[in-house]
């Protein structure tokens, strides 16, 4: 089965402040790579993805991830916090080999923004 | 507007109930799941179809079922829940597997 490791279930940073939500995955091969950030008693909805080319991703809200082969990371960051990025950030794969067509998400990363 | 309608959003039962949660989506989408989010765990993936009358077990399928006989639906079903079946569940569409997928607002199931 795929790994997807989320470092950090609580990450708290100050407004204004970088924000850097980390995750690795466990396969050889590289497979998709999402975000996906769900707000109080919401779905999920998708910050950004990558699937091939370049390996720095923009998502939206001012998010951007870089995809790093060498490290099976795919670490979240954002500049400059915003009261509204308080959520819960979750990192997701699918297409690994021997993965068949599943999708796995990380076990989650609580965003607190302090004013 | 596009949507993934689940229902109910809440939902109390009893042991050994059988119920059933609808999913229906308006996209045209390809691919469906069904995920439970539990605390600590995030979520996991119970089922998902590629297509009509395709579907396959995801990591937690035990005690589910589910069908997909028409593209739009995805329902899921606890033949005889319990109590360790309490849990939030989502149900995803997405165009193919990996495009973005749409999530329905959830469905908070208390088994009792």
């Known amino acids: 089965a795929q790994s997807v490791t989320q470092l950090g279930s609580h990450v708290s940073v100050s407004e204004g402040a970088l924000v850097l939500l980390r995750c690795n995955y466990s396969?050889?091969?590289?497979?998709?790579l999402f975000w996906y950030v769900q707000y109080p008693n919401q779905g999920l909805q998708l910050l950004l993805k990558y699937t091939t080319g370049a390996t720095l991703v923009k998502g939206i809200n001012g998010f951007e991830a870089e995809f790093k082969k060498s490290e099976t990371s795919f670490h979240l960051t954002k500049p400059s916090a915003h009261m509204s990025d308080a959520a819960e950030y979750f990192c997701?794969?699918?297409?690994?080999?021997?993965?068949?067509?599943?999708?796995?998400f990380g076990t989650g990363t609580s965003l607190t923004v302090i004013p | 507007e596009a949507q993934v309608t689940q229902n109910p959003r809440y939902l109390i039962t009893v042991t050994g109930k059988k119920l059933t949660v609808t999913c229906s989506q308006n996209?045209?989408?390809?691919?469906m799941s069904w995920y439970r989010q539990d605390p600590g765990l995030g979520l996991r993936q119970i089922y998902y179809s590629m297509n009509v009358e395709v579907t396959d077990k995801g990591d937690v399928p035990e005690g589910y079922k589910v069908s997909r006989k028409e593209k739009r639906n995805f329902p899921l079903i606890l033949e005889s829940p319990s109590p360790n079946q309490t849990s939030l569940y989502f149900c995803?569409?997405?165009?193919?597997?990996?495009?973005?997928?749409?999530f329905g607002q959830g469905t908070r199931l208390t088994v009792v």
């Open positions: 396969s050889s091969v590289p497979p998709y």
């Open positions: 995803a569409s997405s165009l193919f597997q990996n495009t973005e997928a749409f």
């Open positions: 997701a794969v699918s297409g690994a080999p021997n993965t068949g067509n599943q999708f796995y």
């Open positions: 996209m045209n989408h390809e691919y």
